[in-house]
């Protein structure tokens, strides 16, 4: 009997925000692999099943595991909380198995990623485009982050910064982020975001704490055109340029 893989996002932790897709493909799963703080927050779908849970860094066993075990005809459920493809585990699985050439079906099930569940708390501060850039120093090195930033701070473009686990890299991010836009810009910063302790501040880029934020925390800075108003992080789209406003 041939298995499958199922590499799921289950969006940033309360159940509210699961995907129908999402729940299906674990509970008709036969093992659920993942990291041990995901199976904790999707642990009411995890009845009679063979769960592998994983400490950070054991991504790659995880992979491994996942493709070997649907070999044996298992049906195996990969999560990640927000998306799969976003800093999560799809790319990985789906590397490894072209290394491979690996034959067993993989599905990926998209879920609500941390940047889209920070904007709602926000308000729209992603309402233009935006570019998404991870500043954990793990696999990429600190020169190529701040290359990144700074093309993107060019280009204006709102940025959600995920994973700020390096606090010298994150102030140096910020400084790059305030030469080329000056401190007053507006900043979103959201811990746990629909999760027990969520915090949510705006702020602007002169008055960060970078020592208040962790791998639980999204930072949203805003463009040239971001303005709060009433407690909302707004970046307009764009239709003032072609409609009369009252």
Same mark, same amino acid.
């Given at each position: 009997m041939a298995?499958?893989?199922?590499?799921?996002?289950?969006?940033?932790?309360?159940?509210?925000l699961r995907t129908p897709? +999402?729940?299906?493909?674990?509970? $008709?799963?036969?093992?659920?692999?993942?990291?041990?703080?995901?199976? !904790? #927050?999707i642990s009411d779908l995890l009845d009679g099943k063979e769960?592998?849970?994983?400490?950070?860094?054991? !991504? #790659?066993?995880?992979?491994?595991? +996942?493709?070997?075990?649907?070999?044996?005809?298992?049906r195996v459920a990969v999560v $990640?909380?927000?998306?799969? !493809?976003?800093?999560?585990m799809a790319p990985l699985v789906l590397e490894l198995a072209s290394r #491979?050439?690996?034959?067993?079906?993989?599905?990926?099930?998209?879920?609500?990623?941390?940047? #889209?569940? +920070?904007?709602?708390l926000l308000g729209a501060p992603l309402g233009s485009d935006f570019a998404v850039v991870n500043l954990s120093p793990l696999l990429t090195p600190p020169d190529a982050i701040l290359q990144r930033v700074r093309l993107a701070a060019a280009g204006d473009f709102v940025l959600a910064l995920? /994973?700020?686990?390096?606090?010298?890299?994150?102030?140096?991010?910020? !400084?790059v982020l305030r030469r080329a836009r000056g401190g007053g810009t507006p900043v979103g910063i959201v811990k746990d975001a629909y999760r027990a302790g969520q915090?949510?501040?705006?702020?602007?880029l002169?008055?960060?704490? +970078? $020592?208040?934020?962790?791998?639980?925390?999204?930072?949203?800075?805003? /463009? $040239?055109?971001?303005?709060?108003?009433?407690?909302?992080?707004?970046?307009?789209?764009g239709y003032h340029r072609k409609y009369a406003y009252p």
């Open positions: 298995g499958e893989v199922y590499v799921v996002g289950f969006g940033p932790g309360s159940p509210r897709e +999402a729940v299906e493909a674990i509970r $008709s799963a036969d093992v659920v692999i993942g990291y041990r703080t995901y199976i !904790e #927050l769960v592998i849970s994983a400490g950070m860094r054991e !991504e #790659l066993r995880r992979a491994r595991a +996942a493709i070997e075990l649907a070999r044996e005809g298992r $990640s909380d927000g998306d799969p !493809e976003v800093f999560g #491979l050439d690996e034959q067993v079906p993989i599905r990926v099930v998209p879920g609500v990623t941390a940047a #889209l569940a +920070a904007g709602a995920y /994973n700020p686990v390096d606090g010298r890299l994150l102030r140096e991010v910020l !400084e915090r949510v501040v705006i702020t602007t002169d008055h960060v704490d +970078a $020592s208040s934020v962790d791998m639980r925390t999204i930072i949203i800075v805003g /463009n $040239s055109e971001t303005y709060v108003w009433r407690g909302f992080m707004i970046t307009p789209r």
